[in-house]
């Protein structure tokens, strides 16, 4: 089956400063690949997916961008305020079936 | 759109007792919904997929006798919790696939804190 893998699981940023976070996947035929922000007790938010037709999507501060070759996707965030912070997790799937999760990045912006 | 809702959101009950989760779409129908399991500072573990009108498929390792999933409509899913017990204790979280011209996604419930005494 699928496994994904994220890093960091923890990421420390200034105000204002940029962060970006990884994954990797294993099934090459997964093609669908979205990016959740879950706040503590909160359900995860989807915040910006991408699928395997292309090889970046931007959302205002925030971009993604996969690479289908090595089988890795990341998650970019500029101007991080600290509203950001939160726990960010990658997941992959086929179309937008079963969904496998990275391990997860708590992000810290710090004011 | 795309309203996903969970009831209860915080439930404690006495080892041993069952437990129903219920997991509505509220403003489309989902043929499809997950579930998932979320411990402290931990990822989402996916536990079944519930497909409307069939039965469940579980993961490997989720043992469907203890965590009964039922489809019954396109808006509603429920998992009851058999005999509880205190490692039954965690975030129980669903999610709705939503199907539209294009996009194939997933929207989360709140979630379900369920504590096992």
């Known amino acids: 089956g699928e496994n994904v893998e994220q890093h960091p699981s923890t990421l420390s940023v200034q105000e204002g400063d940029s962060a970006v976070i990884k994954c990797t996947y294993s099934?090459?035929?997964?093609?669908?690949f979205p990016w959740y922000k879950q706040e503590l007790g909160k359900r995860p938010q989807l915040i910006i997916d991408?699928?395997?037709?292309?090889g970046e999507k931007k959302d205002q501060r925030i971009a993604v961008t996969l690479n289908k070759t090595a089988k890795h996707f990341s998650l970019h965030i500029t101007e991080t305020q600290p509203e950001d912070s939160a726990v960010y997790f990658c997941?992959?799937?086929?179309?937008?079936?079963?969904?496998?999760f990275g391990g997860g990045t708590r992000l810290m912006v710090k004011p | 759109g795309a309203v996903v809702s969970q009831h209860p959101s915080w439930v404690i009950c006495k080892s041993g007792t069952s437990v129903k989760i219920e997991c509505r779409s509220l403003?489309?129908?989902?043929?499809?919904m997950f579930w998932y399991r979320q411990f402290p500072k931990q990822s989402l573990m996916l536990m079944a997929t519930?497909?409307?009108?069939?039965?469940?498929?579980?993961e490997q390792g989720v043992e469907k006798d203890k965590f009964l999933i039922n489809h019954a409509s396109l808006t509603l899913s429920t998992l009851t919790v058999t005999s509880a017990h205190p490692e039954d204790s965690s975030f129980y979280i669903c999610?709705?696939?939503?199907?539209?011209?294009?996009?194939?996604?997933?929207?989360f419930g709140p979630g379900t804190r369920l504590t096992v005494l």
């Open positions: 403003d489309f129908q989902a043929t499809t």
């Open positions: 997941a992959a799937s086929i179309r937008g079936n079963m969904l496998t």
């Open positions: 099934d090459s035929a997964s093609n669908y």
């Open positions: 519930s497909n409307e009108g069939s039965k469940a498929t579980y």
């Open positions: 991408i699928r395997s037709n292309v």
């Open positions: 999610s709705a696939r939503v199907l539209t011209s294009g996009a194939d996604t997933q929207y």
